[in-house]
């Protein structure tokens, strides 16, 4: 009973944790579109959150459970929640010291160190992948963000212009959120399986990712509790530390996110799309000039992207020593 209510409040405390940090910065990219009705941002997130899923697959929610570490016998469960765990005090740690960071790269990094310290079979060839298409999808971002923004310098305006690049960043936004479902968003639905397992078959091995419906609404509504409760902060820090002004820009910086997120989704590796759009907006920006980039705030962002995977990592493997000692 003891460890079915740990997993349940941590799966609970964790979807709070992934709309605060990634739902509000979707959300904060879409409303920057002048006009843009906040209720349609919404909405858009949260029926693509629900059914992608089970139209798409959670292909990258296996490589959370399955491809990283042996979790599937013995104390994977008890391993999984302890890399969860550490990936919540390591992100807690660094946005209290002003440095956002990515959550996902944080889980990663929790969940094999803790597979390390507990003796569990580490995949590092997995892992290595993960990281390494990790850290290129960024960089795809930042280069097709700034390429589409050059290109959007060049588009003409005429009368209907301000129409065509609403509905532009109406279909972004739409292909934005479901990359972020098929992808970044399927740690969510990892840690709530998991929870499932423990509460239906008790402590032990994990099982094959699935959430009911159901149970896949209340994790939506999670979510958009949390987005909702910090997209004034991540919103102003979207506008303040990274400046896009044009219309067709924001429809630029979504589109780069999205085929950077895409394009991993394809490889079934989890990347940060609080990463990628991080990137698409700089490399927009950066179209029009470096000076348009406030680079202070893009140093860091960088800064806690370099300290979260060790961290993770070091923290992770003493909890895990911890368990094998228990």
């Known amino acids: 009973m003891g460890w079915t209510l740990a997993f349940a409040l941590l799966a609970a405390l964790f979807v709070l944790i992934s709309g605060a ?49 042996g979790l599937g016998t013995g104390a994977g469960a008890a391993v999984f929640l302890t890399g969860v765990v550490i990936a919540i ?31 569990v079979p580490v995949s590092w060839r997995s892992l290595a992948t993960v990281l390494a298409i990790g850290l290129c999808a960024p960089v795809v971002g930042l280069v097709l963000g700034y390429l589409l923004g050059a290109a959007a310098r060049r588009v003409p305006s005429y009368r209907r212009m301000p129409r065509l690049v609403l509905a532009a960043h109406l279909v972004a936004y ?26 239906r078959d008790g402590l032990g091995g994990v099982g094959p990712v699935a959430v009911p419906p159901a149970w896949m609404a209340v994790l939506v509504a999670l979510f958009l509790a949390g987005s909702l409760t910090s997209l004034d902060r991540v919103g102003g820090r979207i506008g303040r530390g990274l400046v896009i002004a044009r219309p067709l820009h924001v429809v630029s910086a979504e589109t780069a996110a999205t085929g950077a997120v895409l394009g991993s989704s394809a490889l ?46 070091l923290l992770g493997c003493l909890a895990g020593l911890g368990l094998r000692l228990l």
């Open 21 to 69: 940090n990634d739902g509000a910065t979707l959300i904060g990219l879409g409303l920057r579109f002048p006009h843009m009705p906040g209720w349609v941002a919404v909405a858009l997130l949260v029926t693509v959150l629900f059914g992608t899923p089970y139209v798409l697959g959670v292909a990258v929610a296996r490589t959370f459970t399955e491809g990283l570490a």
């Open 89 to 119: 005090v390591v992100v807690a740690a660094l946005t209290g010291r002003g440095l956002p960071t990515s959550l996902t790269l944080a889980v990663i990094g929790g969940i094999s160190g803790a597979g390390l310290g507990a003796g």
């Open 174 to 199: 739409a292909a934005q959120c479901t990359a972020y479902a098929l992808n970044d968003g399927q740690k969510m639905i990892a840690v709530a399986s998991v929870a499932l397992d423990v509460g």
């Open 268 to 313: 079934g590796s989890p990347v940060s799309m609080t990463q990628s759009v991080t990137a698409g907006v700089v490399g927009v920006a950066a179209s029009e000039g470096s000076r348009r980039v406030r680079w202070q705030s893009v140093a860091n962002m960088g800064t806690a992207w370099l300290v979260t995977l060790p961290s993770s990592l």
